[in-house]
């Protein structure tokens, strides 16, 4: 990665004038820095050039799909509430949490009964930040699952692949199903 440049001005330092105005006039606008005259100094700063070594993925075999995660990550997936009537809905939260590339998580596919449910996505949510290990942080995903039929539904775990940079092999996480 070839260096990156910086250049701004930077005001020098001058001696303290008397101002011949009185001092009704240091707050004024005529002191806002559009009138200030006061000299700069033009400074680059060049910062260092970056060696990178980028590999290939391994080739993936795998019977899920691949989610094209790569880093270190945990899932969890919880209902906000156990029994409801015909017709009612209940929320079904998924939490993708990791190291790595978590801006391009994505919900997997959640394999429900539509005769059972009607399903109604949220906009995910995400929470993100830069660290010295990467991009670190979660992504929110929210479903409204609305009972079509009475009696006992299972919402099956979900699945996600991964690589896994720490053990630089692919990784198969899942939820617990959910009743």
Do not use: H, W
Request: net charge negative; with cysteine.
């Amino acid at each position: 990665i070839t260096p990156a440049v910086f250049v701004a001005q930077v005001p020098m330092k001058r001696s303290r004038q008397r101002d011949p105005f009185n001092s009704v006039f240091n707050d004024s606008f005529f002191r806002d820095s559009f009138f200030d005259t006061t000299p700069a100094k033009p400074v680059r700063v060049v910062s260092n050039a970056v060696d990178l070594t980028v590999s290939d993925l391994p080739e993936y075999t795998g019977n899920q799909t691949f989610s094209g995660l790569v880093g270190k990550f945990s899932m969890s997936s919880e209902l906000d509430k156990n029994t409801v009537k015909t017709g009612e809905s209940v929320t079904l939260t998924v939490i993708i949490k990791g190291t790595g590339n978590i801006m391009d998580a994505a919900l997997p596919a959640l394999d429900l009964d539509t005769e059972k449910f009607k399903v109604y996505q949220d906009t995910p949510a995400q929470d993100v930040q830069v660290t010295e290990r990467g991009f670190e942080g979660q992504k929110v995903f929210k479903q409204a699952l609305v009972a079509s039929v009475p009696g006992e539904a299972i919402i099956p775990g979900l699945c996600l692949v991964f690589f896994d940079t720490d053990l630089n092999r692919y990784k198969t996480i899942t939820t617990t199903p959910l009743t």
